[in-house]
């Protein structure tokens, strides 16, 4: 299984855009279309395609919050790809590509507490709880390098 993040452009942005979650999943994720359109107009934001092959099959957006924290606000994998390992990997390289970032401390990821699987899934990266975001309505978890 070939697991790549890509720069998202004009010849695959409708791709990403037309990716989908479950529907039991949809209040736990934003939309990759309003995802793009936000970090075009706000600086410190990457997102990345994430392909299986040649097929977007999922999207990723990190942003850069400090010189010493970067946080991944978006993280989604299309429910026809969804248990297959694919999102376990592109978290890896992810998580990889951010650790190369001069100067970062700390990888934050926040997800809504009632998400039953992200807990679990995101410790197993060594991301560790830190209590809920300033408006008590998602969790914190960082990983300090």
């Given amino acids: 299984m070939q697991i790549s993040l890509e720069e998202i452009n004009k010849n695959n942005y409708e791709a990403v855009c037309d990716l989908e979650v479950t529907e039991a999943q949809e209040d736990f994720v934003a939309c990759n279309m309003w995802s793009l359109v936000e970090s075009f107009y706000n600086e410190g934001h990457t997102c990345r395609a994430i392909y299986l092959g040649d097929e977007p099959v999922g999207f990723l957006m990190w942003v ?50 009632k998400n039953p699987v992200a807990k679990n899934f995101y410790s197993s990266f060594g991301f560790n709880e830190v209590g809920l975001d300033k408006d008590g309505e998602d969790m914190l978890s960082l990983i300090r390098l």
């Fill in 64 to 113: 850069r919050e400090s010189v010493s924290k970067v946080s991944i606000w978006r993280f989604m994998v299309d429910k026809k790809y969804q248990n297959q390992g694919i999102g376990r990997s592109a978290l890896t390289l992810a998580i990889r590509s951010i650790k190369q970032t001069p100067g970062v401390k700390e990888i934050e990821i926040c997800y809504n507490p």
